[in-house]
């Protein structure tokens, strides 16, 4: 079972990243998926979550409006889609699967 997350980076306020998380060794589409994030210092936070079938979603208030969850089950990934940047946002994403796996985690940091 393994989770790989890409697409961080470093970025502007009010700019945009997308991240990826591709999965492989379970059957992804049984399996409702997540994005977290854990800043320096904090606990790590749930920031979206998206249903088996991707027809459900669901975000942390701090994120609503700005982030979009998405994925694809032909290709076994998830993605999560970051708008409206905001410095507090900085933190590393890890994706995880109800199934109980984690990926490594990728780092975001939002700073002028």
């Known amino acids: 079972v393994q989770l790989v997350e890409s697409g961080g980076g470093m970025v502007q306020p009010g700019g945009s990243l997308r991240l990826s998380c591709a999965a492989s060794g379970f059957t992804f589409s049984m399996y409702g998926m997540r994005w977290y994030r854990q800043a320096p210092g904090k606990e790590r936070e749930l920031v979206a979550t998206i249903s088996s079938a991707g027809r459900s979603t669901a975000y942390a208030d701090s994120v609503k409006g700005r982030f979009t969850i998405s994925r694809d089950n032909a290709k076994n990934t998830v993605d999560l889609q970051m708008n409206s940047l905001k410095p507090e946002d900085t933190a590393v994403y890890y994706c995880?699967?109800?199934?109980?796996?984690w990926g490594q985690g990728t780092q975001v940091t939002v700073s002028s």
């Open positions: 995880n699967s109800a199934s109980g796996a």
